[in-house]
């Protein structure tokens, strides 16, 4: 088992860019699969990145290819998403999620998710 908390969500302009970090408990954070997930508003959880244990693949949702990276620190248990250029259809709670061995971008192949961080893009 492995438990997840986000941070780094806040408030920011249009075209600018934040680092969200996704801190897990335990020794087993490398045998994990992780991904990005976000919920904005009256709207169904959607998938951003996903990653593979030891870092590699990558895969992003179209929406945010090219502004957002998804990267992993094994040592420190810790899973970032850095997001760039940031726009306001990207405003949404941000969670982090721990799956199997396997990267994938299907929401119900994760096992375990953190609280969520929000994220608001002002324009």
């Known amino acids: 088992q492995v438990q997840l908390v986000e941070s780094g969500g806040g408030l920011v302009q249009a075209g600018g860019s934040l680092r969200l970090s996704c801190a897990a408990s335990g020794r087993t954070f490398g045998s994990y699969a992780m991904g990005w997930f976000r919920q904005a508003p009256g709207k169904e959880r959607e998938f951003v990145a996903a990653i593979g244990r030891i870092g590699e693949p990558t895969y992003y949702a179209d929406s945010v290819k090219g502004r957002f990276t998804i990267s992993r620190d094994n040592a420190k248990n810790t899973l970032y998403l850095q997001m760039n250029s940031l726009k306001p259809e990207d405003t949404a709670i941000y969670y982090c999620?721990?799956?199997?061995?396997?990267?994938?971008?299907?929401?119900?192949?994760?096992?375990?998710w953190g609280q969520g961080t929000q994220v608001t893009v002002s324009s």
């Open positions: 999620a721990a799956g199997g061995r396997i990267a994938t971008i299907v929401r119900l192949e994760y096992d375990y």
